[in-house]
């Protein structure tokens, strides 16, 4: 259950545990259902203990069924003005401005406030500034770890992941009448340069070899690290002549010159396939893997085109 912590600490992710605990404003926490879970002394005072309440009941009856699609919608903020949530002391319903904020992990935060005097309303304005604040610091630590989940930490190219959707976005693209390639890349005996040199070594040739295959990009494409020492390229709107010319010329770029720490150039080996139409994405990246052990196998170093399944 989420709560609002007693004591005013910092709680679900926002640092505001002290502003909101101490505040006049009526401050409610809410789980990702709806379900209020805790509430600030002021809000106990004016309305009662309400632990289990659906949030939406707070809200006044006009105002529900948007305060309802919002907590059903992926937004993160809601505001509103609600008339008759609670009585004042002479049973007379009052005119309140919600504010609420959605946090990390879903849960809400609500803040009411009494539209009765320009210091109320001042209060309101204030903490609604504070969630804004921390609304954006929020949405940009979003950001920052839907990038980190999908770039690979050491190259600073895509990862996995975000090769597997970019490749699905791909196939949909050439199904309505586009094309693509895939490149598969590995660094020849890659292990024996770990086994001699070490792993710092080993990591910076992987690094290296990102920024030449970062440089060797066109417009369009898009390259990420496959796995271990093994790299792939998605080239947009390219066949497997113009896919292979293209290996062909980094595999030149990577012979020509040694990466960092080392003093002889390495090669690398690269298989090449094109999309023929009504075929998985997959299926284009298992063709390209074949070429690339088809061109292990021929000797390493040189570039193998895998036109249809069985070559």
């Known amino acids: 259950m989420i709560s609002l912590p007693r004591s005013g600490a910092a709680f679900t992710g926002l640092d505001l545990g002290p502003v909101l605990w101490s505040s006049r404003s009526l401050v409610m926490i809410a789980d990702a259902s709806g379900t209020m879970t805790d509430a600030n002394p002021a809000f106990d005072k004016l309305a009662g203990t309400m632990i289990g309440t659906p949030i939406a009941d707070l809200v006044g009856a006009g105002q529900r069924p948007a305060f309802r ?7 993160s903020t809601w505001q509103a003005r609600a008339w008759g949530i609670f ?22 935060v609500l803040i009411a406030e009494p ?3 320009d210091d109320l309303s001042a209060g309101l304005i204030d903490v609604n500034e504070t969630l804004v ?10 950001g920052r770890l839907d990038r980190e989940t999908r770039l690979d930490a050491l190259t600073g190219l895509a990862n996995r992941r975000a090769f597997d959707s970019r490749l699905a976005h791909e196939v ?3 199904t309505g009448g586009g094309t693509f390639a895939i490149v598969m890349i590995d660094i020849d005996r890659f292990k024996s340069i770990n086994d001699r040199l070490g792993h710092a070594t080993g990591d910076a ?17 898009f390259i990420a690290r496959y796995g271990g020492e093994e ?10 002549g113009d896919a292979a010319a293209w290996a062909e010329r980094l595999r030149q770029v990577i012979r020509a010159v040694p990466p960092p720490g080392l003093q002889d150039t390495v090669t690398a080996s690269l298989g090449v396939a094109g999309w023929i139409g009504r075929e998985t994405g ?15 196998d021929g000797g390493r170093d040189r570039v193998v085109v895998v036109e249809h399944e069985g070559r």
Do not use: N
């Not at 997959?282 to 292990?296: E, F, N, S």
């Open 205 to 221: 040739v992987l690094r290296w070899l990102g920024d030449r295959l970062g440089s060797a990009a066109r417009r369009g494409d």
């Open 172 to 174: 949909d693209r050439a």
């Open 231 to 240: 790299f792939v390229a998605i080239l947009r709107d390219a066949g497997p």
């Open 87 to 108: 009585p004042d002391a002479d049973g007379m319903p009052r005119d309140f401005r919600i504010a609420a904020c959605r946090g990390i992990a879903g849960e809400l």
């Open 115 to 117: 539209l009765l005097t």
């Open 133 to 142: 604040v921390e609304h954006r610091r929020l949405d940009r630590e979003r």
């Open 69 to 75: 699609a919002w907590l059903d919608a992926t937004g």
């Open 282 to 296: 997959q299926a284009v990246v298992g063709r390209a893997d074949r070429g690339l052990y088809l061109a292990k």
